[in-house]
């Protein structure tokens, strides 16, 4: 398909693992990325990954990428109320020599006390 | 410190005016973008610039013009030809180094009554 794709619910309680998913569109993108987006504010980069890894972790945050299917995960382990936001996978594509970004629909992440 | 900065954060116009949003930065970075984000559809891409006085339309550029005649300054005027207008616009920039990912500006909220 030509877009990004997230489902756009998850919601889990305190302390549970999030797993949020994505499809993305292009098997050459060399990088992809997680952003997190809390209410009125703009994109915060929280994790990226290089196409030639299939996994990578960061404190609470494991990023697994499977470049056969063209799919994305982000897990987050103890989820805690302020990891409440919504979550965007992104891929990096090169298009004539420059580079644009593609963002999928957005996961919002609900974390339930 | 380093950064963009997006003016204003809530905008409102009458219907049939232009409107500029001010996009700067600091990082010394190349490459700008510029999003549209509307609620469920995830951000899509009106214009980018990878070079001072250099611009590229993106997936939804109708309605819309950018000008980049400062490297630091990548502003978008939203049209009266735009039909749709109201939206939360939020402009990144890259750098052309090692480090990959966007960053992001906190967002203007433009409302068209």
């Known amino acids: 398909g030509e877009d990004v794709e997230q489902s756009l619910f998850l919601s889990v309680r305190e302390g549970d693992s999030s797993v949020i998913n994505c499809t993305y569109t292009?098997?050459?993108?060399?990088?992809l990325y997680w952003y997190k987006q809390e209410p009125g504010a703009g994109l915060q980069l929280l994790t990226y990954?290089?196409?030639?890894?299939d996994m990578k972790q960061d404190q609470r945050l494991t990023v697994l990428l499977n470049k056969k299917d063209k799919h994305l995960s982000l897990r987050i382990a103890d989820t805690q109320t302020g990891d409440s936001a919504i979550y965007f996978c992104a891929e990096r594509k090169t298009t004539s020599g420059t580079y644009k970004y593609i963002f999928g629909t957005g996961t919002r992440l609900k974390v339930l006390a | 410190d380093g950064g963009i900065t997006q003016s204003p954060k809530y905008l409102f116009r009458k219907e049939g005016q232009n409107v500029t949003l001010s996009c700067e930065q600091n990082?010394?970075?190349?490459?700008m973008y510029w999003y549209r984000q509307d609620p469920g559809q995830g951000l899509r891409l009106i214009y980018y610039?990878?070079?001072?006085?250099?611009?590229q339309k993106g997936d939804i550029a109708e309605g819309y013009s950018v000008s980049r005649e400062k490297k630091e300054s990548f502003p978008l005027t939203v049209t009266s030809a735009q039909k749709n207008p109201t939206a939360f616009y939020l402009c990144?920039?890259?750098?052309?180094?090692?480090?990959?990912?966007?960053?992001f500006g906190q967002g203007t909220r433009l409302t068209v009554v």
């Open positions: 990082l010394n970075h190349d490459a």
């Open positions: 990954i290089f196409s030639n890894m």
């Open positions: 990144a920039s890259r750098s052309q180094g090692a480090r990959t990912e966007a960053f």
């Open positions: 610039s990878q070079i001072v006085n250099d611009f």
């Open positions: 292009d098997s050459s993108s060399t990088y």
